[in-house]
Antibody, heavy 123, light 107 residues
Framework: EVQVVESGGGLVQPGGSLRLSCAASGFTFSDYWMSWVRQAPGKGLEWVAIIKQDGSEKYYVDSVKGRFTISRDNAKNSLFLQMNSLRAEDTAVYYC????????????????WGQGTLVTVSS | DIQMTQSPSSLSASVGDRVTITCRASQGIRNDLGWYQQKPGKAPKRLIYAASSLQSGVPSRFSGSGSGSEFTLTISSLQPEDFATYYCLQHNSYPLTFGGGTKVEIK
């Protein structure tokens, strides 16, 4: 059974940092692009970042560029999101979602999602 | 960036009704579109990929159509478990962008 489980969320002050993790199981992690998608309280979905199988390509939404870094460890079947210089507007549930095996601009991503981890940025 | 405009933002319908949700892209995106269902407090679930292909395990009352800049998600006969919020996603270019969502409520 495919599973992705997020962890690492919590309360952080503005300007602070947090590292999210996503543990994957039930599929060959290294075969898939992987991504983070977030949802602010009461709002819609927003794509955050995506990473290629070998980590050689990474893409971000403009609002997090230079502050967030997506990475992965294929040996540990894990995806990460390092979040620095956090702002109140980064408050959201962060979902780990599986991408396709081929290029996401050709193949519809996000066939499996985790349950999310809540990040709250507040003083 | 490609903007995805969903309509309506909400609708009320009865069990058994036919429901149609529309997503318009600010530029042509071929068929690079997916549809997702989200229930309160739960993760989204993919229903449709490549604009019209039904995800495995999803009931056949769900269907997607369209290409270019206009897309529709149709639920042929609304069931109680279908009351949820629905989102479209374009994956034609970065940044990937979701529509604003359509909340389907019980009439």
């Amino acid at each position: 059974e495919v599973q992705v489980v997020e962890s690492g969320g919590g309360l952080v002050q503005p300007g602070g940092s947090l590292r999210l993790s996503c543990a994957a199981s039930g599929f060959t992690f290294s075969d898939y692009w992987m991504s983070w998608v977030r949802q602010a309280p009461g709002k819609g979905l927003e794509w955050v970042a995506i990473i290629k199988q070998d980590g050689s390509e990474k893409y971000y939404v403009d609002s997090v560029k230079g502050r967030f870094t997506i990475s992965r460890d294929n040996a540990k079947n894990s995806l990460f999101l390092q979040m620095n210089s956090l702002r109140a507007e980064d408050t959201a549930v962060y979902y780990c979602a599986r991408g396709p095996t081929g290029p996401p601009l050709r193949f519809t991503p996000f066939d499996y999602w985790g349950q999310g981890t809540l990040v709250t940025v507040s003083s | 960036d490609i903007q995805m405009t969903q309509s309506p933002s909400s609708l009320s319908a009865s069990v058994g009704d036919r429901v149609t949700i529309t997503c318009r892209a600010s530029q042509g995106i071929r068929n690079d579109l997916g549809w997702y269902q989200q229930k309160p407090g739960k993760a989204p679930k993919r229903l449709i990929y490549a604009a019209s292909s039904l995800q495995s395990g999803v009931p056949s009352r769900f269907s997607g159509s369209g290409s270019g800049s206009e897309f529709t998600l149709t639920i042929s006969s609304l069931q109680p478990e279908d009351f949820a919020t629905y989102y479209c996603l374009q994956h034609n270019s970065y940044p990937l962008t979701f529509g604003g969502g359509t909340k389907v409520e019980i009439k």
